[in-house]
């Protein structure tokens, strides 16, 4: 018996539908976002000086930095959710995913030395 065989008689035997990848991820990513916040205005709070840290760029890179790489990982694991796709093409956007983060430790190293003392 090949493979494919031996698959198509499994999907057979089931008595439902597999259930969707985007259909479940489309109700489970925004509850779990919601959970997280929750949990971290409880557990964390939130910073005093908060909508003064919203206006500098820094604060605003992280929430970038951190969106750009976890949206990549939810891109690559669609993608590896199906045995027959290959990371390749989803790995090509890797830097795109990193640019924020390099940027702003760019910025840092540039913003700091231009401040030191040991520069001039």
Not at 15 to 35: E, H
Not at 45 to 57: E, K, P, Q
Request: charged fraction near 20%; include cysteine.
């Amino acid at each position: 018996m090949k493979t494919d065989d031996l698959i198509n008689s499994l999907v057979a035997d089931q008595r439902r539908a597999p259930a969707r990848t985007g259909k479940i991820l489309a109700i489970l990513l925004p509850l779990s976002l919601i959970i997280s916040v929750a949990v971290f205005l409880i557990e964390l709070h939130m910073r005093d000086d908060f909508l003064t840290a919203l206006g500098s760029w820094r604060y605003l890179f992280k929430f970038l930095s951190g969106g750009s790489i976890g949206l990549f990982g939810l891109i690559l694991l669609l993608e590896m959710a199906r045995p027959e796709q290959s990371p390749r093409r989803v790995l090509r956007w890797l830097p795109l995913a990193l640019a924020p983060l390099l940027i702003s430790v760019a910025m840092e190293f540039m913003i700091h030395s231009i401040a030191s003392p040991w520069c001039r």
